[in-house]
């Protein structure tokens, strides 16, 4: 089955910076990779996703970029604010839309 | 507004007392997932159906069981709970090729 592997697991960034998070995935299968983000007690919402016939995706402040043949996709967000603080999970899935989480980064963004 | 509902948001069981968890969806989504996620934890998925056929992921325990009556409803059964299934249950739905939609979650305590 798929293996999706994610860090760091925590990141701390001044308000203003830019955070960048790694994922890397095992089933050359995968097509399909969301990510999420995941407020203290409330449920994870998508924040952008991209599919495996596409290098790279951006929206406002987020981007999201793939590299097929290293299997590795990384988040990135510019410009920072406190409301970014939350967890950020990654994903990969097959045509079904059935996807593994990777571990989670926290992600505290400091005034 | 189109959205999975989880009922109850918060579920107290005894030990060994069966219990089940509620999900329904207004998207009209034809698939629908059962996660389990436990504190800074990410969700793992317990199982999902495709329409009506189910598709239970290979290290769910036999003490979880699902059923979607129709389109709309989806429920978890817990035949005997034990204190390691105390979590945060996400239900989740989709339609194929496109993003998945969690709802607020159950939060199942054991006692």
């Known amino acids: 089955g798929e293996n999706v592997e994610q860090h760091p697991s925590t990141l701390s960034v001044q308000e203003g910076d830019s955070a960048v998070i790694k994922c890397t995935y095992s089933?050359?299968?995968?097509?399909?990779f969301p990510w999420y983000k995941q407020e203290l007690g409330k449920r994870p919402q998508l924040i952008i996703d991209?599919?495996?016939?596409?290098g790279e995706k951006k929206d406002q402040r987020i981007a999201v970029t793939l590299n097929k043949t290293a299997k590795h996709f990384s988040l990135h967000i510019t410009e920072t604010q406190p409301e970014d603080s939350a967890v950020y999970f990654c994903?990969?899935?097959?045509?079904?839309?059935?996807?593994?989480f990777g571990s989670g980064t926290k992600l505290n963004v400091k005034p | 507004d189109a959205m999975v509902i989880q009922n109850p948001r918060y579920q107290v069981t005894q030990f060994g007392k069966p219990v089940t968890l509620s999900c329904s969806q207004t998207?009209?989504?034809?698939?629908m997932y059962w996660y389990q996620q436990k504190s800074s934890q990410a969700p793992k998925l317990l199982f999902h159906?495709?329409?009506?056929?189910?598709?239970n992921e290979a290290d769910t325990p036999d003490n979880f069981q699902s059923r979607r009556p129709n389109t709309s409803f989806c429920f978890l059964d817990i035949r005997s709970p034990g204190l390691g299934d105390a979590a945060m249950y996400l239900c989740?739905?989709?339609?194929?090729?496109?993003?998945?939609?969690f709802g607020p979650g159950t939060r199942l305590t054991v006692l």
């Open positions: 989740a739905t989709s339609t194929v090729y496109n993003e998945q939609f």
């Open positions: 089933d050359s299968a995968s097509n399909y």
């Open positions: 991209i599919r495996s016939n596409v």
């Open positions: 994903a990969a899935g097959d045509n079904f839309n059935k996807f593994y």
């Open positions: 998207l009209n989504h034809n698939v």
């Open positions: 159906y495709y329409d009506k056929d189910f598709n």
